[in-house]
């Protein structure tokens, strides 16, 4: 029996790990009751609930699977973006089938190099009881129809493109929004006995591309007129997909590019037309999740949503920016922003002529960047994400951090240094702006001071970069009377031994 995510090949039952003939047909899938036991989950959590290893287990793992159903996806592994919020999870996977995901970049970057069928699984659980499934899978050279199931125990019931499943004492929906051209039946597979008989929604692409997107709305209630509650309305523009999702309480809009090419935007409203979430990127990266991970997201996040911008956020390019741009010591290339906040540095850079990624963890601060960005006329790739765990990106000529290194440093520096080691290569510049604290003051004077000493930034980075320049600054801020101490520390990044 079919279980998790995996990818079938028609309808023969190859060995795990055989080679995939380009006659056969992909087929993604999830069960019905595992959704099912998902949203009974989800209703009952309370603060201390993570929904992480329920929605992993749900999607990317499939350790129960038997080998001669499935050539296995992947394990959480290959979980590349994840989100928990108080009105939706979720999460992103991608896998290259006899390859890895390490090589499948993320955040708009190129996935191309991976070989053979490539799968790529987004998953949207708009709380408590709609799971948006995203399916992308791509069979370069193959134009074979791919497939789609939902498994279930007892036969469904199809009407048009939406499946009815009864699961124990839950009740499940499904209607298929992409491919448009797509034939949608109900199968039953049998084992030998009628005990071990099983069922499936299968939905099969008539689009004859080597490219097919799977988009499927699944709505879970326990039955009566609930089920007339969840409208779904699918408006294409190229590749992207925007999906209105109505229930009797909200009003979910969702704007997906296809899984490989990008994370989408999410906005959330209430009857009457109140916002419930303003328009947001959704993650690029894997977040911090649980309830301490929910807290220090909810901590910085709440700093953007006060009815004044935080003390750091100044609302135009920080001094020492500006200084090395305009010397020519850091001249238009590839460009990232660490922890960039409204985007005001970032939009700086964009507009001098650079390549820019702009990462940050508070998604309200990256869709006041985006609003900002549109009003300059500015381009960058905007990427919602924490730089301790951040996506897979091809390194950069030039990184940039203002602020971002000093608070990180006492949580992991060891993940912020492997951060820029995997975002620099020899030569890569580096404009680091931090708090500086004076190393030679009493220890009782620092304590509770924020900052570095200059033998602690050096101890961090000299192993990795070598250091150009090192000034004493004050830190811009939007605070009258307010300008903190800090360090401008122009580094390179040493050539390889």
Known sequence: MAQGLGVGLGRGRPACGQEQSASKTLAPGLRASEVLDLVKSLVRADSTFDAYPRLVKLGFENS??????????????????????????????????????????????????????????????????????????????????????????????????????????????????LPRKASCRLEATSKGDAESQSYSLAIESQENSARTRFLQVLHASAGGPQNSQVHSELITKGDEAEIIISTAGRVFRLNLPPPSEGAGEIAISIAGGKTLLENRPLPSGILPHGPEGSRLLERWDADYRASGPPAWDIGRPADELRRVVSEGAVRKCRAVDLCCGSGSDAIYLARQGFDVTAIDVAPTAL??????????????????????????????????????????????????????????????????????????????????????????????????????SLREIRLESNRPGTSPPGWSALLRRAAKP
């Not at 070989?115 to 998953?123: A, N, S, V, W």
């Not at 500015?378 to 730089?387: K, N, T």
């Open 64 to 177: 129960r699977l038997q080998a001669k159903d499935m050539v296995a996806f992947g394990e959480a592994k290959d979980l590349i973006a994840y989100e928990e919020n108080s009105s939706f999870v979720y999460a992103l996977g991608a896998r290259a089938l006899g390859g890895s995901a390490g090589s499948l970049e993320v955040a708009g970057e190129s996935r191309e190099p991976a070989e053979g069928p490539r799968l790529f699984r987004r998953l949207i659980f708009l709380k408590p009881s709609i799971l948006v499934v995203d399916d992308e899978v791509i069979n370069p050279g193959s134009r074979v129809p791919a497939r789609w199931h939902l498994y279930c125990e007892r036969m469904p019931e199809l009407k048009g493109r939406t499946g009815r499943i009864i699961e124990g004492d839950g009740e499940l929906f499904c209607e298929a929004l």
């Open 367 to 468: 869709g006041q960047a985006k609003q900002k960005a549109r009003r300059a006329g500015a381009s960058v790739r905007w990427v919602l994400a924490d730089v301790l765990k951040p996506p897979s990106l091809e390194p950069f000529d030039f990184i940039y951090d203002r602020g971002c290194y000093h608070v990180v440093r006492d949580q992991n520096l060891a993940a912020y240094i492997e951060t820029v080691r995997r975002f620099s290569r020899s030569g890569t510049r580096f404009l680091l702006l931090a708090a500086r604290r004076d190393g030679q003051a009493s220890q009782a004077s620092n304590e509770g001071a924020e900052g570095v000493t200059e033998e602690e930034l050096r101890f961090d980075f000299l192993p990795l970069f070598n250091l150009e």
